[in-house]
């Protein structure tokens, strides 16, 4: 049976994002339900279950993502578990870049280096497979929120002890207040869509 030509309509390299303006970003906003006392008492969880439920809006947060990446070159996206995959498998597959995922102990299938870090109680620790990024290669870290940036931290470890160019950091949502873009070094250029 012969197969259908396939069009390609997002090619790798030509990056397609519509401009995201002001009000683009109070809509997004308006997608984020703060959720208080989850999963403890103290935290206000920014819930983006309302956006990711509307495409029209999940398309949004991807183009503003796109546009944040600008005309930098990437060859892979390391994602972290778990909703750094959702928005970093879209905008890998906007920006034709590769994604690897970082992910809590126990879930890799293959050699894996890890690293701990510090939370507000206790430690946790992440993990990447040894294999899963070439010395030079340029990596862009997602996630969907950068809080205290321990987490994106200990990714970004592994992404250098892997021999990666880090091209920077970038995240859907930024509590400002938490401070976490000191954790995260004075090289690493980060940025956030959404600003709290
Ligand atoms: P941190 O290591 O403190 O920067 O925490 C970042 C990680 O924890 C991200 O992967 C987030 O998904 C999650 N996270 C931390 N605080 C919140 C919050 N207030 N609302 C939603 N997710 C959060």
């Given at each position: 049976m012969q197969m259908?030509?396939?069009?390609?309509?997002?090619?790798?390299?030509?990056?397609?994002?519509?401009?995201?303006?002001?009000?683009?970003?109070?809509?997004?906003?308006?997608?984020i339900r703060d959720v208080p006392d989850f999963p403890k008492p103290g935290i206000v969880f920014k819930d983006i279950v309302p956006l990711l439920s509307d495409p029209a809006l999940f398309r949004l947060a991807i183009d503003g993502l796109v546009e944040a990446i600008g005309s930098r070159p990437v060859d892979k996206i390391v994602g972290i578990d778990a909703r750094g995959f959702i928005f970093g498998a879209a905008v890998a597959?906007?920006?034709?870049?590769?994604?690897?995922?970082?992910?809590?102990?126990?879930?890799?299938?293959?050699?894996?280096?890890?690293?701990?870090?510090?939370?507000?109680?206790?430690?946790?620790?992440?993990?990447?497979?040894?294999?899963?990024?070439?010395?030079?290669?340029?990596?862009?870290?997602?996630?969907?929120?950068?809080?205290?940036?321990?987490?994106?931290?200990?990714?970004?470890?592994?992404?250098r002890e892997l021999g990666a160019e880090i091209v920077g950091a970038l995240f859907f949502i930024e509590l400002t207040f938490l401070e976490g873009r000191a954790a995260l070094g004075d090289d690493v250029a980060v940025e956030a869509l959404i600003r709290f």
């Open positions: 259908a030509n396939r069009r390609i309509d997002r090619a790798p390299g030509r990056r397609q994002s519509s401009r995201v303006t002001p009000s683009d970003l109070d809509r997004l906003r308006g997608g597959d906007r920006i034709g870049a590769g994604l690897i995922p970082v992910r809590k102990p126990g879930k890799l299938p293959w050699k894996t280096r890890s690293a701990a870090y510090t939370l507000e109680y206790g430690e946790s620790v992440v993990e990447i497979h040894e294999d899963a990024i070439s010395p030079g290669e340029r990596v862009l870290l997602v996630d969907d929120l950068l809080a205290t940036g321990g987490t994106s931290a200990a990714a970004l470890k592994l992404t």
